[in-house]
């Protein structure tokens, strides 16, 4: 088959894959499925993990968080292993395929593939915030988000306790902890691609691996994808960002004091 076909659909499967994961609404099905009701109508009207949990439990929140984690990293995971695990490897570009490493960057011998599999996530992303189950309606994008570099490489985990962590144990809001946390995340991809690429550091070791040796490889398609990340979040939350400023932020959400 062509390579530049296969490289199309390729391209095509990556967004409509990463959309309809990310399109599924997880607080609206527990909402609706263990409460009756739904999420949206209650709170800050919105689909999300932090809603949830304001409106029906605790757990119901938490289950959302996850869910939406998942719902983003699953298909990502999908995607780079049957690019490099498969005969489409010959069509990406690697070094190793027989059709020539027609991609600019080698990737360590991924080629094409980490531009695929971290297009499933941006668009996972967008699914997330305008899904198509809900008339183009979604949450904030930050659970979702933040899975993708929490459950792809273990550097991420850490940075993550220590931005949102530190964030919310001083400021309790978890809207701004989101903002800088997601800010965190993508200054500290730039970093990663940056240094990879102008010297022999090898990224892959902060991936998690899972005792495969060809890890996903943070790159400059990783530092973009966490770049539109960070400004979907950040542009999801301009109204809680208004209320930061003028200081009637909610703060702890989950807290009874805030439920009532």
């Not at 800050?44 to 993990?49: A, D, L, Q, V």
């Not at 070094?95 to 080629?111: H, I, R, V």
């Not at 800010?183 to 970093?191: E, G, K, Q, S």
Request: some cysteine; aromatic content about 14%; charged content about 15%.
């Amino acid at each position: 088959m062509n390579i530049y076909l296969v490289n199309i659909l390729l391209g095509i499967g990556s967004i409509v894959l990463g959309y309809l994961f990310g399109s599924i609404p997880n607080g609206v099905i527990i909402g609706r499925v263990f409460f009756h009701k739904d999420p949206r109508d209650y709170g800050s009207h919105n689909s999300g993990g932090t809603n949830v949990g304001r409106v029906f439990s605790k757990r119901a929140g938490v289950a959302t968080i996850i869910l939406d984690m998942l719902k983003i990293i699953l298909p990502i995971y999908v995607t780079w292993a049957v690019l490099l695990k498969t005969p489409l490897l010959d069509y990406i570009g690697a070094p190793t395929s027989s059709l020539g490493a027609w991609y600019p960057l080698s990737n360590g011998g991924q080629g094409a593939a980490p531009l695929y599999y971290w297009t499933v996530g941006l668009f996972g992303l967008l699914g997330h915030c305008f899904s198509i189950f809900l008339r183009f309606k979604g949450g904030k994008a930050v659970a979702s988000f933040l899975g993708i570099d929490l459950f792809c490489g273990w550097i991420f985990l850490i940075l993550a306790a220590v931005s949102f962590g530190g964030t919310f144990a001083k400021e309790r809001m978890v809207s701004l902890a989101s903002i800088l946390a997601s800010i965190a995340m993508c200054v500290t991809a730039w970093i990663v691609a940056l240094v990879a690429h102008f010297t022999p550091w090898d990224a892959g070791i902060l991936a998690w691996t899972f005792f495969d040796a060809t890890p996903m490889l943070f790159g400059f398609e990783f530092a973009v994808m966490n770049t539109f990340g960070a400004i979907i979040v950040i542009v999801r939350h301009k109204e809680n960002i208004k209320r930061i400023r003028s200081g009637t932020e909610s703060k702890n959400p989950w807290s009874s004091a805030e439920k009532k």
